[in-house]
Nanobody, 126 residues
Framework: QLQLVESGGGLVQPGGSLRLSCAAS????????IGWFRQAPGKEREGVSC????????NYTDSVKGRFTISRDNAKNIVYLQMNSLKPEDTAVYYC???????????????????WGQGTQVTVSS
């Protein structure tokens, strides 16, 4: 069973930064597109960002453009989500997910992904 593990969440003040990590066990991430999703209480899980296996196709949802940066280090088998200028509305559980298909127009849909992590809580509050 392929496993993804998120880390790096926590409590941060508005305007602060966090870097989330998505690590894999028992397989190499370099063959997979990786998406980051988030789910706030009472809301549906939404796509935040996605990076293709090769790293040459990157997508962001509009609300995080200019503030979040996705990247991957295949040598370390980790995908990162750098989150700057955090806002209270960014508060959610953040999940990473993997799919063998890169460059999908529907990268933001949960059904495009086959493997999911357990999530890490991000809370933005003063």
């Amino acid at each position: 069973q392929l496993q993804l593990v998120e880390s790096g969440g926590g409590l941060v003040q508005p305007g602060g930064s966090l870097r989330l990590s998505c690590a894999a066990s028992r397989f190499t991430l370099e063959h997979y597109a990786i998406g980051w999703f988030r789910q706030a209480p009472g809301k549906e899980r939404e796509g935040v960002s996605c990076i293709a296996a090769s790293g040459d196709i990157i997508n962001y949802t509009d609300s995080v453009k200019g503030r979040f940066t996705i990247s991957r280090d295949n040598a370390k088998n980790i995908v990162y989500l750098q989150m700057n200028s955090l806002k209270p509305e960014d508060t959610a559980v953040y999940y990473c997910a993997a799919t063998i298909y890169s460059g999908s127009y529907y990268w933001y849909q949960t059904g495009e992904y086959d493997y999911w992590g357990q999530g890490t809580q991000v809370t933005v509050s003063s």
